[in-house]
């Protein structure tokens, strides 16, 4: 059974960074996209990033191209997000999604099978 367990979340002041943590297990990942969504309050989820493990290519949302990185430790079965230059309307609930890349004809909207419970960033101004 696949097992995601994020961390790293907090509160930190607008331009600041925080570097989220998704450690997996139950599964050899080497086919699987690993992915991260957010839920602001109110609003609906919505993709941030994305990466390909076997091969590490990587897609992000429009809003945070250039100040968030996905990446991934192989050794460590653990996928991060560096969030830098942090704005208040970073501000969500951040979860860590997986599934097997043959399940996801759009990584951005299709459905994950595998979430994490999710960690809290909040942004002040």
């Known amino acids: 059974q696949v097992q995601l367990v994020e961390s790293g979340g907090g509160s930190v002041q607008a331009g600041g960074s925080l570097n989220l943590a998704c450690a997996a297990s139950?599964?050899?990942?080497?086919?699987?996209?690993m992915a991260w969504f957010r839920q602001a309050s109110g609003k609906e989820r919505e993709f941030v990033a994305a990466?390909?493990?076997?091969?590490?290519?990587?897609y992000y949302a429009d809003s945070v191209k250039g100040r968030f990185t996905i990446s991934r430790d192989a050794a460590k079965n653990t996928v991060y997000l560096l969030m830098n230059s942090l704005r208040p309307d970073d501000t969500a609930v951040y979860y860590c999604?997986?599934?097997?890349?043959?399940?996801?004809?759009?990584?951005?909207?299709?459905?994950?099978?595998?979430w994490g419970q999710g960690t809290q960033v909040t942004v002040s101004s």
């Open positions: 990466i390909f493990w076997n091969f590490g290519a990587t």
């Open positions: 999604a997986a599934d097997l890349a043959k399940n996801l004809p759009d990584i951005k909207t299709s459905p994950y099978n595998y």
């Open positions: 139950g599964s050899s990942f080497r086919t699987y996209v």
